[in-house]
């Protein structure tokens, strides 16, 4: 264990009182110190200076920061459930307001190792991949669900093809089509990223579907699918659905009859296989860990001295969305309908499933930063009220437009077994889904808006123009509290009178669309100024960041005057007519009547036919002027007053 004198005097077992509270320990007096005590040899400053380094390179503007503040030690504990602290799992280092979190295990090396008892550490080692200890985790972590968690139970319903991967060992598999009288007993499912360019044969085609029902040999498969087949055998499942290899590919009327049951089929899974890390076939899944760094250091405990390794942090649940396989489109449901997944992450391997969340290095749950996203937690299954899946549902597709997805046109396809699966949920069996959104919430549903950059449209019909399916980029949706506000809620100012989509695929609605959907509804519109070009007198924008950046947010002008702000969905390409339909308004709830000029609207323009209009953005005025006392003023005109509800059609 060759570390600097500083590192040498950290005893674990004493940085750990006898109430059981932490206490901090002083390090090398700045980040930059811990970097030349490394380089000298002393392996514990390597890893913490190299953490820091990872995790905040791009913060190095002030470089006397890294000088000044000096590092200091801390373990940190499990939280038990009677509110006291349990074993060390994290030695965090603190500099300044940086902060870096390493992974740590008893050392049980040597001879006669001093045992280091679970209430003092809880941190493990991670197994080495596609090892007998790894698999064997994997059982450990599968039987312990199974025992204790009835919601992640699946029915034994068998996908229309699967691969029936044989036992340990063998050269071959094969692909079957399934029989409710000869296939019994779960299977297993496969997440991965196809890359951009798939491997020759790691899909199944028309061509060789019948020679596939005899032999494939796995060394001829990527190595992404070898090893899923390898897992499969090791849980002693018979079978494993990879979707290009049991959906035929480049056929329309196999894709048409598949799509339909995509959800299901990893809803209806005994397991899925996650390859979070590999951007392709050939990244595999059973990769050797990243960090082989690792130091010592003492541990005290009563039955003698011990040490503890402390390795650079693996990546786990809070790195799991930056991974290549979770910024895919597709993954989202494939995650979120899973009853359960074993995510082969960079390092280690992640548990999850509907009632818990587990890792190989002994990370309690509670410790990660990204805990189960609200919409996820709730979309399997929820017993929330519906108008909390409403909202869930936005911030969700949020999240799900800004994920990269080879096919535009598969945006609604790479939800539908989300969508079919809520459509059954309790509450929302009656419920009508069209083009992405939820007609009994429609009003708030068409309030979608840019998240940054502009918005792209296919040079073909996907979706009618109120959907945010008709387009490509992120999208953002107004938040709950935007709307039920106590100090200033929102009240719908139209009425939906019906909604149309028509389905490409017959009966399945949650799917790719034709064109000709259309959305009827009542309210006000008035025409207002034209949209002001760039560099015009009249052109005026207000700074404002999107999530991800610089966005472009416009003031729009009726007769001449101010209205509000305009979110346009595409930049500027020539002047036309431009209307403002009126959605909501705020309340004021003092007089219980809304406010004359706050409102939520959509930017429209007009289509072919009278009355008809295609949306072109989103718009809103929310601000309060207020006088002496902070009382709101009210001297603003309505600009809706001389406007009268009307029907309209927007295509």
């Known amino acids: 264990m060759p570390n600097c004198s500083i590192c040498a005097g950290i005893d674990l077992g004493k940085l750990v009182g006898p109430a059981g509270t932490a206490r901090d320990f002083p390090h090398q007096k700045s980040i930059l110190a811990a970097e030349k005590a490394g380089a000298k040899g002393c392996i514990l400053c390597a890893i913490i200076s190299r953490s820091f380094r990872d995790n905040y390179e791009t913060h190095q503007e002030n470089k006397k920061a890294w000088e000044n503040f000096a590092i200091v030690l801390r373990p940190i504990q499990i939280n038990l459930a009677d509110g006291s602290h349990g074993g060390v799992f994290w030695l965090r280092a603190q500099s300044g307001i940086w902060s870096v979190h390493m992974n740590m295990y008893p050392n049980i090396e040597g001879p006669k190792p001093v045992r280091i008892p679970g209430s003092m550490v809880v941190g493990r080692r991670v197994h080495e991949p596609g090892s007998k200890e790894a698999f064997a985790q994997i059982r450990d972590w599968l039987k312990w669900c199974i025992d204790n968690h009835p919601k992640c139970k699946s029915p034994n319903t068998m996908p229309t093809r699967v691969l029936n991967v044989g036992k340990v060992g063998d050269a071959t598999v094969r692909l079957e089509v399934t029989k409710p009288t000869t296939h019994t007993g779960h299977y297993m499912t496969l997440s991965h990223c196809w890359g951009p360019k798939p491997h020759p044969n790691s899909t199944t085609t028309r061509a060789n579907y019948v020679a596939r029902q005899t032999a494939i040999p796995t060394k001829s498969l990527t190595a992404t699918f070898q090893d899923a087949i390898e897992v499969t055998r090791q849980i002693g499942i018979k079978y494993l659905w990879i979707d290009s290899l049991c959906i035929i590919q480049q056929d329309a009327a196999d894709w048409d009859l598949e799509a339909k049951k995509m959800g299901s089929v990893y809803r209806n899974s005994f397991l899925t296989i996650a390859a979070a890390y590999s951007p392709d076939g050939d990244g595999g899944c059973l990769k050797p860990p990243y960090h082989r760094m690792r130091a010592g250091i003492k541990c005290s405990t009563p039955q003698g001295e011990g040490s503890v390794w402390i390795t650079p942090r693996c990546r786990d649940f809070d790195n799991l969305s930056s991974s290549p396989l979770h910024n895919r489109a597709w993954v989202l449901q494939e995650r979120i309908l899973s009853p359960r997944t074993i995510h082969f992450a960079e390092g280690q391997m992640l548990w999850e499933c509907r009632q818990g969340r587990r890792c190989e290095t002994g990370v309690p749950e509670h410790a990660y930063k990204v805990m189960r996203s609200t919409w996820d937690s709730r979309l399997h299954f929820t017993t929330q009220p519906p108008r909390k899946f409403y909202w869930d549902w936005y911030d969700m597709v949020h999240d799900f437009t800004n994920r990269g997805i080879t096919k535009g046109d598969d945006r609604l396809p790479a939800l539908s077994g989300l969508a079919q699966t809520m459509m059954s949920a309790p509450g929302l069996q009656n419920e009508q889904y069209v083009a992405g959104l939820w007609v009994s919430h429609l009003v708030w549903g068409l309030l979608w808006h840019k998240s940054r950059d502009w918005l792209r449209w296919p040079g073909h019909y996907r979706a009618p123009s109120w959907s945010w399916a008709s387009c490509d980029g992120q999208v953002s949706f107004l ?74 947010i416009e003031k729009i002008r009726f007769q001449n005057r101010f209205l509000g702000y305009a979110w346009f969905d595409k930049p500027y390409t020539g002047p036309h007519r431009l209307f403002v339909l009126r959605v909501a308004r705020f309340m004021n709830v003092q007089a219980a009547k809304p406010y004359p000029t706050l409102f939520y609207g959509l930017l429209l323009r007009p289509a072919q036919a009278s009355r008809e209009f295609k949306r072109v953005g989103f718009c809103r005025y929310k601000s309060l002027e207020v006088g002496p006392g902070g009382k709101p003023l009210m001297e603003r005109t309505d600009p809706f007053k001389d406007a009268k509800a009307e029907m309209c059609i927007l295509k």
């Open 479 to 552: 938040d709950d509290s935007d709307v039920h506000s106590k100090a200033l809620p929102a009240a719908p100012a139209i009425q939906i009178i019906k909604a149309y989509t028509k389905p490409k695929i017959a009966n399945h609605p949650t799917g790719q669309l034709d064109e000709g959907g259309w959305l009827q509804l009542n309210g006000k519109m008035i025409e207002i100024d034209q949209r002001a070009a760039p560099g015009s007198p009249n052109y005026e924008t207000i700074p404002a960041r999107g999530l991800n950046g610089e966005m472009t």
